[in-house]
């Protein structure tokens, strides 16, 4: 689980010139107590990220993070790296239900964030949806461009959600992430990462995106309670009409 960014991809992306910004709020009320040097364990760590983005095409959205995070009882601000991704979609109208996609990311975070520092992700996204439901399973892949980690290869860290709507106004619903260790060598499950989160979505709104939930940890090497925020506002005043 990217402790920046909770969230889950629903396939959609900004129209063709609209310019989206989003803020994203966790808080590991009590996070993980143990970590690898130099990191630093996510016990009372609190995170505010930056995400804006541009619909590059409808199907092709780019995107960015601006990272920061509050540590422990003192309230130290720490820079906490930044992100680039490339976003592709299926277009809008292409299937009255599905959606499929990928994400591609590149990353640098500080040692005391990531003792990788430079780190990629490959995220699919399929995703089903009607009046009332909605699925969606990023199988998410994760890459270590440099540093100890790098040997090991590719890890998986899936995360997904179900959610039922209730009309236009709101969703409830759950988001799973995981993360199980490099392909090569699938950590034993008492140390995979394994959080539950209870959420609900507010839609009726335009533009406007409102994101709460609280995760409970699974497994011992879980963070044991977490709480996030997403708020976001899009801009579609330079969409090119037809």
Excluded at 15 to 22: F, P, S
Excluded at 33 to 50: C, I, K, N, W, Y
Excluded at 65 to 71: D, E, K, M, V
Excluded at 198 to 216: D, R, S
Aim: with cysteine; charged share 20%; glycine share 10%.
């Amino acid at each position: 689980m990217d402790a920046f960014e909770i969230q889950v991809y629903d396939g959609t992306a900004d129209a063709q010139r609209a310019i989206g910004l989003e803020l994203h709020a966790n808080a590991f009320i009590r996070g993980a107590r143990s970590a690898e040097s130099p990191q630093l364990p996510l016990d009372r760590q609190g995170h505010l990220t930056l995400e804006p983005s541009y619909g590059l095409f409808s199907w092709w959205e780019l995107g960015g993070y601006l990272q920061t995070a509050i540590i422990g009882d003192d309230g130290t601000f720490r820079w906490g790296g930044a992100k680039l991704r490339s976003k592709f979609v299926t277009p809008p109208g292409w299937h009255a239900h599905l959606r499929f996609g990928l994400n591609v990311e590149l990353a640098y975070l500080p040692p005391a964030f990531d003792r990788n520092e430079w780190g990629m992700e490959l995220r699919p996204i399929a995703a089903w949806e009607n009046d009332h439901w909605l699925f969606v399973i990023n199988p998410i892949v994760s890459l270590s461009l440099a540093g100890p980690d790098a040997p090991a290869g590719p890890v998986f860290e899936p995360c997904a959600s179900a959610a039922y709507k209730f009309g236009e106004r709101v969703s409830l619903g759950f988001e799973y992430y995981g993360e199980l260790g490099p392909f090569s060598s699938v950590l034993p499950v008492a140390e995979q990462e394994h959080v539950l989160f209870g959420v609900v979505n507010v839609l009726a709104i335009k533009n406007v995106e409102i994101n709460v939930g609280f995760g409970h940890g699974l497994t011992a090497a879980s963070s044991p309670f977490v709480a996030k925020m997403i708020l976001g506002y899009t801009w579609e005043h330079f969409v090119r009409k037809r």
